[in-house]
């Protein structure tokens, strides 16, 4: 990871953009009001997105089976069911 404040980025996007899709190397740009932004591949960004999404499941997951366990369900037949959809 490199940390590269936002005046050299501009003079070296180019290589910098090479570094990050090249090298999978990821470049936190720093700037003086501190708010700073992170460059990194498309490829590692999607990735990062999936995992993210995958957690998410897992938690959703986690509470269905809490819920089941403490009895917290709903018991429906099909027929209950397809006259609620339709």
């Not at 003079?11 to 999978?24: G, I, P, R, S």
């Not at 960004?45 to 897992?58: A, D, Q």
Request: charge should be positive; hydrophobic fraction near 35%; glycine fraction near 2%.
């Amino acid at each position: 990871m490199l940390a590269v404040n936002y005046s050299t980025i501009r003079k070296n996007l180019k290589n910098y953009c090479d570094k990050v899709t090249e090298e999978n190397e990821t470049v936190i740009i720093t700037r003086k009001n501190g708010k700073n932004v992170v460059l990194l591949s498309l490829e590692k960004y999607n990735e990062i997105i999936k995992e993210l999404k995958n957690v998410e499941y897992l938690k959703r997951l986690d509470r269905s089976i809490q819920q089941a366990k403490e009895g917290k369900v709903i018991v429906k037949s099909m027929e209950e069911l397809e006259k609620i959809t339709n």
